[in-house]
């Protein structure tokens, strides 16, 4: 599987200017169609230069604008792809072994961390560990089950984690109590989910902080995102795989214990004794 543009800006915005970094924010933050159009459109909307955004394009590893246009355009076809179109590949494209998958499974662990930088990861692991706020967490259809294993680690550690069960209309009433104190935690893969797009607009204009995770397609919810974690799921099947998300879940659960060992183990023993009691 190609290496993703998202991909590709999480491996290079590291050595971008600061007009080629607001070009790489630009394009996350509406991906992938802000690419798609001229580059005059993309240079205004970024509010940086023409021969930026051409430099942009350039540091990404694309000879030319076409090219790099070209790319979204194939990101874009996978993006929307539903289970049916993925099954009916021809046969002698499908795996001839259940360990295919497997293989690829594997590989996506190991493309989705070697995408996502350590600083980026150190960042949002201070962010969940922020002793004053509270977290949530909530996923889509396919992704619920990480938000609820990672938010049932996380109330061990520390306090004020809520996993947001039920329906949008159950989450939009937790909006109420939500602020610039809190962080919000989403799951979402293709095809993302409406509701949690609209609930993540409207956390946000609230001033709640939000980590994204998703695949390296990038939900919509991208836009709105403080952090993108952007996930290999693509494996030879009609559906996703969500191993590298549930892989990223753990790894930020570990970090967070580590982070807040002193109170976490406090936490922890404090637990024990009112079990054994």
């Known amino acids: 599987m190609k290496t993703s543009i998202s991909e590709l800006i999480s491996e290079k915005i590291v050595s971008m200017s600061a007009s080629e970094r607001r070009a790489a924010q630009t394009l996350i933050a509406h991906y992938p169609l802000i690419g798609l159009k001229t580059v005059a459109d993309f240079s205004a909307q970024a509010g940086v230069s023409s021969p930026t955004i051409l430099r942009f394009v350039a540091r990404l590893g694309f000879s030319s604008y076409p090219e790099f246009q070209a790319a979204l355009q194939e990101e ?28 690829a499974t594997l590989d996506n662990i190991r493309e989705t961390f070697s995408h996502l930088p350590e600083a980026q990861t150190a960042e949002i692991v201070a962010l969940l560990s922020r002793p004053r706020s509270r977290i949530h967490l909530v996923g889509g259809r396919f992704t619920d089950p990480i938000a609820r294993y990672m938010a049932a680690h996380l109330q061990i550690i520390r306090p004020d984690v809520f996993h947001l069960e039920g329906q949008e209309s159950n989450w939009r009433d937790r909006l109420i109590d939500m602020g610039k104190r809190d962080v919000l935690m989403i799951f979402d893969i293709r095809r993302y989910q409406e509701s949690l797009i609209r609930f993540a607009e409207k956390a946000q204009a609230r001033g709640v902080e939000i980590v994204l995770a998703t695949d390296q397609w990038l939900s919509p919810i991208a836009r709105f995102a403080r952090h993108v974690i952007a996930g290999r799921t693509g494996v030879p099947s009609a559906w996703d795989s969500t191993a590298a998300l549930f892989i990223v879940a753990e790894v930020l659960i570990a970090e967070i214990t580590r982070h807040a060992e002193e109170t976490a183990s406090k936490r922890i023993r404090e637990m024990e004794e009112l079990r054994g009691e």
């Open 76 to 103: 874009l076809a996978a993006q929307i792809q539903s289970p049916l179109t993925r099954n009916l590949a021809p046969q002698s494209a499908r795996p001839q072994s259940a360990f295919a998958q497997v293989d």
